[in-house]
């Protein structure tokens, strides 16, 4: 892509209400993907590093947000015609941008809680000359 290709296209994105369609910006659902990783890298990073444990519901809050503000921009800000995009606008990218986001908490969350994960390791640690002798059960089958 060449450079002016490049500032038309970021002219476009920060363009208000310059309405895009599949015809004159066919790339605006691949910026908007874009946008869904970016919005999850750094959710999830707060997510991981943030002090309090929110559990499911920051992950359910975290996958509105990746869905929700890039299509609420599209709708709002640039007054793109979705229906012309079909769901390449408004879906492309969320369950990579979900998946991203979790990774990216598992990883960060780990990072913290070195102790709890070698408390885990511990209860979980089992005598592998227990498990090596076969289990038979009796039956009736």
């Known amino acids: 892509m060449s450079a002016s290709k490049k500032e038309s296209n970021l002219?476009?994105?920060f363009a208000v209400n310059s309405k895009p369609t599949a015809t004159t910006f066919?790339?605006?659902p691949?910026?908007?993907v874009w946008a869904r990783f970016v919005l999850a890298v750094g959710y999830?990073?707060?997510l991981g590093t943030s002090s309090q444990s929110r559990g499911g519901a920051g992950v359910m809050f975290g996958l509105n947000f990746i869905v929700f503000v890039p299509m609420l921009y599209c709708t709002t800000f640039l007054g793109a015609d979705s229906?012309?995009?079909g769901t390449k606008l408004l879906f492309s990218g969320v369950f990579n941008g979900f998946a991203?986001?979790?990774l990216i908490w598992i990883y960060f969350y780990s990072l913290d809680h070195v102790e709890d994960e070698k408390i885990l390791?511990?209860?979980a640690e089992v005598d592998v000359a227990d498990l090596s002798e076969p289990v038979v059960e009796d039956s009736e089958f």
Do not use: N, R, T
């Open 100 to 102: 991203l986001m979790l």
């Open 44 to 46: 999830g990073i707060w």
């Open 30 to 32: 691949d910026y908007i």
């Open 26 to 28: 066919p790339e605006l």
């Open 11 to 13: 002219g476009k994105i």
């Open 83 to 85: 229906e012309s995009y």
């Open 121 to 123: 390791f511990d209860v």
